[in-house]
């Protein structure tokens, strides 16, 4: 089945930097676009960043282009997210996420608090 597991996440100063990682199993990796949604609290989770197949990034929220990138290891089965420039409003827990046969799965999520 399915699998998402992401880690990486923890306390980081503001200014600092993060790169959470989300391992993959249970389905052909290569063959699918991976994508970092966020949800930070009392918000609704929002899309962060998606990589095609054949690794075009894209960043979605203004707030994050030029900080935030994605990248994707297909032989590691590992999607990224590096976060640099963090700031206090990107506390968030950050999910992986997987569009398989028209079904949204998720990982358990790992949380990023930026906070001195």
């Known amino acids: 089945q399915v699998q998402l597991v992401e880690s990486g996440g923890g306390l980081v100063q503001p200014g600092g930097s993060l790169r959470l990682s989300c391992a993959a199993s249970?389905?052909?990796?290569?063959?699918?676009?991976m994508s970092w949604y966020r949800q930070g609290p009392g918000k609704e989770r929002e899309l962060v960043a998606t990589?095609?197949?054949?690794?075009?990034?894209?960043t979605y929220v203004d707030s994050m282009k030029g900080r935030f990138t994605i990248s994707r290891d297909n032989a590691k089965r590992t999607v990224y997210l590096q976060m640099n420039s963090l700031k206090p409003e990107d506390t968030a827990v950050y999910y992986c996420?997987?569009?398989?046969?028209?079904?949204?799965?998720w990982g358990k999520g790992t949380l990023v608090t930026v906070s001195s």
């Open positions: 996420n997987v569009r398989y046969y028209a079904m949204d799965y």
């Open positions: 249970g389905f052909t990796f290569s063959s699918y676009a």
């Open positions: 990589i095609t197949v054949i690794g075009v990034a894209t």
